[in-house]
Protein backbone atom coordinates (compact mmCIF):
# COMPACT_ATOMS: atom_id res chain seq x y z
CA UNK A 1 0.00 0.00 0.00
CA UNK A 2 1.15 3.10 -1.13
CA UNK A 3 1.08 5.88 1.99
CA UNK A 4 0.59 9.97 0.78
CA UNK A 5 0.11 12.65 2.82
CA UNK A 6 -1.32 15.93 2.41
CA UNK A 7 -1.42 19.02 4.99
CA UNK A 8 -4.63 20.80 3.84
CA UNK A 9 -3.60 24.56 5.79
CA UNK A 10 -2.51 25.53 1.91
CA UNK A 11 -3.83 24.86 -1.15
CA UNK A 12 -0.12 25.50 -3.04
CA UNK A 13 1.26 23.07 0.23
CA UNK A 14 -1.49 20.07 -1.07
CA UNK A 15 -0.05 20.35 -4.81
CA UNK A 16 3.72 20.09 -3.70
CA UNK A 17 3.04 17.37 -1.34
CA UNK A 18 1.09 15.58 -4.25
CA UNK A 19 3.30 16.17 -6.57
CA UNK A 20 6.09 14.52 -4.60
CA UNK A 21 4.23 11.29 -3.63
CA UNK A 22 2.70 10.46 -6.84
CA UNK A 23 4.48 12.58 -9.59
CA UNK A 24 3.53 14.44 -12.60
CA UNK A 25 3.55 17.80 -13.59
CA UNK A 26 1.94 20.81 -12.21
CA UNK A 27 0.25 24.11 -13.79
CA UNK A 28 -0.85 27.25 -12.26
CA UNK A 29 -3.53 29.56 -13.47
CA UNK A 30 -4.60 32.41 -11.15
CA UNK A 31 -4.93 30.30 -8.13
CA UNK A 32 -5.78 27.13 -9.50
CA UNK A 33 -3.67 24.16 -9.75
CA UNK A 34 -3.62 21.10 -11.98
CA UNK A 35 -1.71 18.17 -11.16
CA UNK A 36 -1.06 15.94 -14.41
CA UNK A 37 -0.24 12.28 -13.86
CA UNK A 38 0.34 9.58 -16.24
CA UNK A 39 3.51 7.36 -14.77
CA UNK A 40 3.87 3.28 -13.42
CA UNK A 41 2.34 4.73 -10.15
CA UNK A 42 -1.00 6.72 -11.23
CA UNK A 43 -2.95 8.05 -13.90
CA UNK A 44 -5.32 10.59 -14.23
CA UNK A 45 -5.59 14.44 -12.98
CA UNK A 46 -5.95 16.28 -9.43
CA UNK A 47 -7.33 19.87 -9.54
CA UNK A 48 -7.72 22.34 -6.64
CA UNK A 49 -8.09 26.14 -5.69
CA UNK A 50 -8.62 28.45 -3.21
CA UNK A 51 -11.18 31.27 -2.66
CA UNK A 52 -12.44 33.66 -0.22
CA UNK A 53 -14.03 32.49 3.09
CA UNK A 54 -11.34 30.45 3.68
CA UNK A 55 -12.75 27.57 1.19
CA UNK A 56 -10.78 25.42 -1.17
CA UNK A 57 -11.53 22.61 -3.04
CA UNK A 58 -9.02 19.37 -4.34
CA UNK A 59 -10.81 16.91 -7.21
CA UNK A 60 -9.39 13.92 -7.71
CA UNK A 61 -10.24 12.03 -11.75
CA UNK A 62 -7.25 9.29 -10.83
CA UNK A 63 -6.71 5.43 -11.35
CA UNK A 64 -3.65 4.26 -9.03
CA UNK A 65 -2.05 0.82 -9.75
CA UNK A 66 -1.88 -0.01 -5.70
CA UNK A 67 -3.96 0.62 -2.97
CA UNK A 68 -3.58 3.90 -1.77
CA UNK A 69 -4.00 5.31 1.87
CA UNK A 70 -4.17 9.55 1.92
CA UNK A 71 -3.29 10.70 5.37
CA UNK A 72 -5.12 14.43 5.42
CA UNK A 73 -3.58 16.78 8.06
CA UNK A 74 -4.56 20.23 9.27
CA UNK A 75 -2.19 20.70 12.57
CA UNK A 76 -4.07 24.37 12.93
CA UNK A 77 -7.91 24.19 12.86
CA UNK A 78 -10.53 21.77 12.33
CA UNK A 79 -12.01 22.35 9.14
CA UNK A 80 -14.95 20.96 7.52
CA UNK A 81 -14.95 18.78 5.22
CA UNK A 82 -17.52 18.03 1.91
CA UNK A 83 -16.86 15.06 -0.11
CA UNK A 84 -18.71 14.16 -3.00
CA UNK A 85 -18.01 10.79 -5.28
CA UNK A 86 -18.84 10.94 -8.45
CA UNK A 87 -17.54 7.43 -10.30
CA UNK A 88 -16.27 4.58 -8.03
CA UNK A 89 -15.80 4.35 -4.63
CA UNK A 90 -13.46 5.34 -1.75
CA UNK A 91 -13.21 4.79 2.56
CA UNK A 92 -12.53 7.24 5.45
CA UNK A 93 -11.50 6.90 8.69
CA UNK A 94 -10.46 9.34 11.41
CA UNK A 95 -6.81 7.80 11.85
CA UNK A 96 -5.47 4.60 11.04
CA UNK A 97 -7.16 2.94 13.32
CA UNK A 98 -10.34 4.30 13.17
CA UNK A 99 -13.69 2.44 11.77
CA UNK A 100 -13.89 2.46 7.73
CA UNK A 101 -16.82 4.35 6.23
CA UNK A 102 -17.22 3.67 2.33
CA UNK A 103 -17.81 6.53 0.36
CA UNK A 104 -19.95 5.19 -2.88
CA UNK A 105 -21.04 6.79 -5.97
CA UNK A 106 -23.31 10.17 -6.29
CA UNK A 107 -23.10 9.76 -2.25
CA UNK A 108 -22.36 13.15 -0.56
CA UNK A 109 -20.10 12.89 2.98
CA UNK A 110 -19.65 15.69 5.49
CA UNK A 111 -16.94 15.34 8.19
CA UNK A 112 -14.80 16.99 10.60
CA UNK A 113 -12.20 15.89 13.27
CA UNK A 114 -10.60 17.13 16.57
CA UNK A 115 -8.14 19.40 16.22
CA UNK A 116 -4.45 17.25 15.29
CA UNK A 117 -6.35 14.22 14.28
CA UNK A 118 -6.21 13.15 10.68
CA UNK A 119 -8.29 11.98 7.92
CA UNK A 120 -7.27 8.73 6.29
CA UNK A 121 -8.71 8.30 2.92
CA UNK A 122 -8.60 4.75 1.34
CA UNK A 123 -8.40 4.34 -2.82
CA UNK A 124 -8.38 0.83 -4.10
CA UNK A 125 -5.94 0.13 -6.91
CA UNK A 126 -7.21 -0.54 -10.57
CA UNK A 127 -10.50 1.58 -10.00
CA UNK A 128 -11.23 5.24 -11.48
CA UNK A 129 -11.95 7.17 -8.79
CA UNK A 130 -13.70 10.38 -9.46
CA UNK A 131 -13.85 12.79 -5.85
CA UNK A 132 -14.64 15.94 -5.28
CA UNK A 133 -13.44 17.31 -1.38
CA UNK A 134 -14.35 21.10 -0.72
CA UNK A 135 -12.70 22.18 2.86
CA UNK A 136 -14.03 25.22 5.02
CA UNK A 137 -11.60 26.44 7.43
CA UNK A 138 -13.53 26.71 10.55
CA UNK A 139 -10.83 28.81 12.46
CA UNK A 140 -12.68 32.38 13.62
CA UNK A 141 -11.26 35.60 13.84
CA UNK A 142 -12.36 39.08 14.96
CA UNK A 143 -13.00 39.78 10.97
CA UNK A 144 -15.31 36.45 10.14
CA UNK A 145 -18.16 37.58 12.26
CA UNK A 146 -21.31 36.28 10.38
CA UNK A 147 -19.03 35.06 7.26
CA UNK A 148 -20.01 31.88 5.92
CA UNK A 149 -16.98 29.70 7.30
CA UNK A 150 -18.15 30.70 10.44
CA UNK A 151 -22.21 30.01 9.57
CA UNK A 152 -20.77 26.37 8.82
CA UNK A 153 -18.97 25.52 11.92
CA UNK A 154 -21.61 26.92 13.80
CA UNK A 155 -24.32 24.96 11.66
CA UNK A 156 -22.47 21.67 12.62
CA UNK A 157 -20.79 21.91 16.00
CA UNK A 158 -22.44 24.85 17.61
CA UNK A 159 -20.11 25.78 20.43
CA UNK A 160 -18.29 22.00 20.52
CA UNK A 161 -15.53 21.43 18.17
CA UNK A 162 -13.64 18.60 20.44
CA UNK A 163 -15.82 15.67 18.91
CA UNK A 164 -15.81 13.78 15.19
CA UNK A 165 -18.15 14.66 13.19
CA UNK A 166 -19.26 12.19 10.31
CA UNK A 167 -22.14 11.88 7.81
CA UNK A 168 -23.11 10.11 5.07
CA UNK A 169 -25.75 11.24 2.92
CA UNK A 170 -28.30 9.21 0.13
CA UNK A 171 -27.61 9.34 -3.81
CA UNK A 172 -27.82 12.66 -5.14
CA UNK A 173 -27.26 13.03 -8.99
CA UNK A 174 -28.05 16.91 -8.31
CA UNK A 175 -24.66 17.09 -7.06
CA UNK A 176 -22.77 15.40 -9.82
CA UNK A 177 -24.55 17.32 -12.77
CA UNK A 178 -23.64 20.67 -11.01
CA UNK A 179 -19.77 19.02 -10.68
CA UNK A 180 -20.43 18.55 -14.32
CA UNK A 181 -20.77 22.10 -15.03
CA UNK A 182 -17.62 23.03 -12.61
CA UNK A 183 -15.27 20.92 -14.91
CA UNK A 184 -16.98 22.16 -18.21
CA UNK A 185 -15.66 26.11 -17.36
CA UNK A 186 -13.00 26.80 -20.14
CA UNK A 187 -12.50 30.38 -19.58
CA UNK A 188 -9.62 31.90 -18.16
CA UNK A 189 -8.14 33.99 -15.59
CA UNK A 190 -10.25 35.30 -13.25
CA UNK A 191 -13.84 34.72 -15.32
CA UNK A 192 -12.56 31.43 -14.79
CA UNK A 193 -11.89 31.76 -11.27
CA UNK A 194 -15.02 33.67 -10.58
CA UNK A 195 -17.38 30.90 -12.75
CA UNK A 196 -15.87 28.34 -10.18
CA UNK A 197 -16.20 30.35 -7.35
CA UNK A 198 -19.86 30.57 -7.78
CA UNK A 199 -20.68 26.91 -9.20
CA UNK A 200 -18.43 25.34 -5.91
CA UNK A 201 -20.32 27.62 -3.42
CA UNK A 202 -23.57 26.58 -5.12
CA UNK A 203 -22.38 22.94 -4.53
CA UNK A 204 -21.78 23.39 -1.05
CA UNK A 205 -25.00 24.88 -0.52
CA UNK A 206 -26.61 21.77 -2.07
CA UNK A 207 -24.19 19.41 0.30
CA UNK A 208 -25.47 21.46 3.13
CA UNK A 209 -29.01 21.37 1.87
CA UNK A 210 -28.76 17.01 1.54
CA UNK A 211 -27.68 16.69 5.35
CA UNK A 212 -31.31 18.51 6.35
CA UNK A 213 -33.02 16.65 3.97
CA UNK A 214 -31.58 13.41 4.73
CA UNK A 215 -32.37 14.21 8.47
CA UNK A 216 -36.09 14.97 7.72
CA UNK A 217 -36.66 12.08 5.69
CA UNK A 218 -35.18 9.86 8.15
CA UNK A 219 -37.78 11.26 10.02
CA UNK A 220 -40.32 10.70 7.99
CA UNK A 221 -38.96 6.77 7.14
CA UNK A 222 -39.08 8.43 3.18
CA UNK A 223 -38.29 5.61 0.36
CA UNK A 224 -34.98 6.32 -1.08
CA UNK A 225 -33.63 5.17 -4.75
CA UNK A 226 -30.79 2.61 -4.63
CA UNK A 227 -27.41 3.04 -6.29
CA UNK A 228 -28.66 0.84 -8.97
CA UNK A 229 -31.71 2.92 -9.68
CA UNK A 230 -29.82 6.12 -9.76
CA UNK A 231 -27.42 5.41 -12.28
CA UNK A 232 -30.48 3.96 -14.98
CA UNK A 233 -32.25 7.66 -14.31
CA UNK A 234 -28.69 9.09 -14.63
CA UNK A 235 -28.66 6.90 -18.19
CA UNK A 236 -32.00 8.12 -19.20
CA UNK A 237 -31.22 11.27 -18.43
CA UNK A 238 -28.19 11.50 -20.53
CA UNK A 239 -29.86 9.79 -23.26
CA UNK A 240 -32.72 12.18 -23.60
CA UNK A 241 -30.16 15.17 -23.20
CA UNK A 242 -28.08 13.91 -26.41
CA UNK A 243 -31.33 13.07 -28.46
CA UNK A 244 -34.37 14.82 -27.29
CA UNK A 245 -36.05 14.46 -30.89
CA UNK A 246 -36.40 10.62 -30.33
CA UNK A 247 -40.23 9.60 -29.36
CA UNK A 248 -39.53 8.40 -25.35
CA UNK A 249 -42.22 7.37 -23.31
CA UNK A 250 -42.57 6.43 -19.78
CA UNK A 251 -43.04 2.98 -21.19
CA UNK A 252 -40.35 2.74 -23.11
CA UNK A 253 -38.25 4.67 -20.54
CA UNK A 254 -39.39 1.77 -18.63
CA UNK A 255 -38.89 -0.87 -20.43
CA UNK A 256 -35.05 -0.05 -21.13
CA UNK A 257 -34.40 0.54 -17.63
CA UNK A 258 -36.09 -2.04 -15.77
CA UNK A 259 -37.68 0.65 -13.40
CA UNK A 260 -41.28 0.84 -12.85
CA UNK A 261 -43.29 4.20 -14.33
CA UNK A 262 -43.41 4.87 -10.37
CA UNK A 263 -39.94 5.19 -10.08
CA UNK A 264 -39.40 6.86 -12.94
CA UNK A 265 -41.49 9.49 -11.94
CA UNK A 266 -40.03 9.77 -8.43
CA UNK A 267 -36.36 9.17 -9.81
CA UNK A 268 -36.48 12.38 -12.11
CA UNK A 269 -38.34 14.93 -9.61
CA UNK A 270 -36.15 13.84 -7.02
CA UNK A 271 -33.50 14.60 -9.85
CA UNK A 272 -34.06 17.15 -11.77
CA UNK A 273 -37.19 18.37 -10.23
CA UNK A 274 -39.12 17.42 -13.25
CA UNK A 275 -41.82 14.77 -14.41
CA UNK A 276 -40.33 12.62 -17.27
CA UNK A 277 -42.34 14.10 -19.81
CA UNK A 278 -41.68 17.78 -18.54
CA UNK A 279 -37.72 16.63 -18.77
CA UNK A 280 -37.94 15.14 -22.59
CA UNK A 281 -40.08 19.15 -23.28
CA UNK A 282 -37.34 20.53 -21.47
CA UNK A 283 -34.40 19.38 -23.36
CA UNK A 284 -36.63 19.38 -26.85
CA UNK A 285 -36.55 23.19 -26.21
CA UNK A 286 -33.17 23.61 -25.02
CA UNK A 287 -32.06 22.06 -28.61
CA UNK A 288 -34.53 24.30 -30.51
CA UNK A 289 -33.00 27.07 -28.76
CA UNK A 290 -29.18 25.88 -30.65
CA UNK A 291 -30.72 24.82 -33.56
CA UNK A 292 -32.15 28.79 -33.95
CA UNK A 293 -28.54 30.06 -33.14
CA UNK A 294 -26.52 27.81 -34.55
CA UNK A 295 -28.56 26.40 -38.23
CA UNK A 296 -30.25 27.94 -40.98
CA UNK A 297 -33.71 25.86 -40.35
CA UNK A 298 -36.98 27.75 -40.51
CA UNK A 299 -39.18 27.44 -37.21
CA UNK A 300 -41.30 24.78 -38.94
CA UNK A 301 -38.32 22.52 -39.91
CA UNK A 302 -37.24 22.91 -36.23
CA UNK A 303 -39.86 22.19 -34.45
CA UNK A 304 -40.42 18.84 -36.62
CA UNK A 305 -36.56 18.25 -36.12
CA UNK A 306 -36.94 18.34 -32.12
CA UNK A 307 -39.88 15.83 -32.05
CA UNK A 308 -42.81 18.20 -31.72
CA UNK A 309 -46.32 17.72 -33.18
CA UNK A 310 -47.49 21.27 -33.15
CA UNK A 311 -45.92 24.67 -33.55
CA UNK A 312 -48.18 26.41 -31.73
CA UNK A 313 -47.54 24.40 -28.81
CA UNK A 314 -43.74 24.84 -29.05
CA UNK A 315 -44.15 28.55 -29.88
CA UNK A 316 -46.39 28.59 -26.25
CA UNK A 317 -43.17 27.01 -24.13
CA UNK A 318 -40.31 28.29 -25.99
CA UNK A 319 -42.21 31.92 -24.85
CA UNK A 320 -42.41 30.69 -21.72
CA UNK A 321 -38.99 29.99 -21.53
CA UNK A 322 -37.09 32.54 -23.51
CA UNK A 323 -39.88 35.75 -22.76
CA UNK A 324 -40.78 35.93 -26.45
CA UNK A 325 -41.72 33.83 -29.42
CA UNK A 326 -39.25 31.64 -31.45
CA UNK A 327 -39.62 33.62 -34.63
CA UNK A 328 -38.74 36.89 -32.62
CA UNK A 329 -35.82 35.33 -30.97
CA UNK A 330 -34.27 34.96 -34.17
CA UNK A 331 -34.61 38.10 -35.52
CA UNK A 332 -33.27 39.21 -32.33
CA UNK A 333 -30.05 37.05 -33.35
CA UNK A 334 -29.89 38.68 -36.76
CA UNK A 335 -27.14 41.18 -36.57
CA UNK A 336 -28.50 42.91 -39.80
CA UNK A 337 -32.27 43.17 -38.10
CA UNK A 338 -33.51 46.40 -38.37
CA UNK A 339 -35.69 48.40 -35.82
CA UNK A 340 -38.51 49.51 -37.72
Given at each position: ???????????????DELT????????????????????????????????????????????????????????????????????????????????????KTFQ??????????????????????????????????????????????????????????????????????????????????????????????????????????????????????????????????????????????IKSL???????????????????????????????????????????????????????????????????????????????????????
Amino acid sequence: MKIVTINTEKIENIFDELTLNVGGKVTFDLDEYTLEVNNSFAKGSITGASFNDDISYVQFDMTFSADVRMNILNLKSSPVYFAYCSKGNLSHSFGITGEERKLKTFQTAILSSKQDQEHVLFFEKDKKTKFTLIIVGTHATVNQTHSLNENVRETFFGKNTVEDFFYIGSYNLRIAEKIEQLNAVNQSGIVRNLLKEGILRIILAMEIQQHTDDLIAASKDTNCLTLREMEEIKELSEAIKANPEEPFTIKSLSKKSGLSPNKLQEGFKMIHNRTVNDYITHMRVLKAEILIRTSDLNISEIVYCIGFTSRSYFSKIFKQKFNCSPKEYKFNLNPLAITA
